[in-house]
């Protein structure tokens, strides 16, 4: 059995193989399957072991903008942030007011539904190694329902994704 040490404490933690809720990503719904995590039996942190994170955010970004439900705040931060964008660069290039940005992330306000499409384009667009994405991004548009998803279930081993 692998021991590491805790960031927590700094005792002796063990890695286990096991499901993981993602929340340093800023999205609440996210679990990782089947991935390593320092476990501390001492104060009971939790450390992700996240091999190659470039590439789980690209396919997490895919997830989010391709899912079939509208939009929420975390989704709008989770897209923006992964194109490097600043509020304000963000809510030029969809031509709103930084307020508005900032009200859809904090959930403040309702996402119109062009907006939520821009946002999605917008992101597989600009988002590194994603443009061959954006014909089934757009594809995918009418399958967009008005309820919140529940939550997105990423596999590390081969950045295969679900809705559950």
């Not at 340093?24 to 942190?45: D, F």
């Not at 309702?110 to 994603?130: H, M, N, P, T, W």
């Amino acid at each position: 059995m692998k021991k590491e040490t805790c960031s927590g404490c700094g005792a002796m933690a063990t890695v286990v193989r096991g499901d993981y809720r993602y929340v340093e990503s800023g999205l609440n719904n996210v679990i990782l399957l089947g991935i390593e995590i320092i476990r501390c039996p001492k104060c009971g942190n939790e450390d992700p072991i996240i091999p190659r994170i470039a590439g789980l955010h690209r396919a997490l970004a895919y997830a989010v903008a391709s899912q079939p439900f509208r939009l929420q705040g975390e989704d709008v931060r989770f897209l923006r942030k992964y194109v490097a964008m600043t509020q304000a660069e963000f809510a030029g290039l969809l031509h709103v007011h930084k307020s508005n940005l900032s009200k859809w992330e904090h959930n403040e306000d309702k996402i119109g539904d062009q907006s939520d499409r821009l946002i999605r384009a917008v992101a597989i667009a600009l988002g590194e190694g994603l443009q061959k994405k954006i014909g089934e991004v757009v594809k995918s548009f009418p399958e967009i329902r008005q309820s919140a998803r529940r939550r997105i279930e990423l596999n590390v081993e081969d950045y295969s994704w679900k809705v559950a």
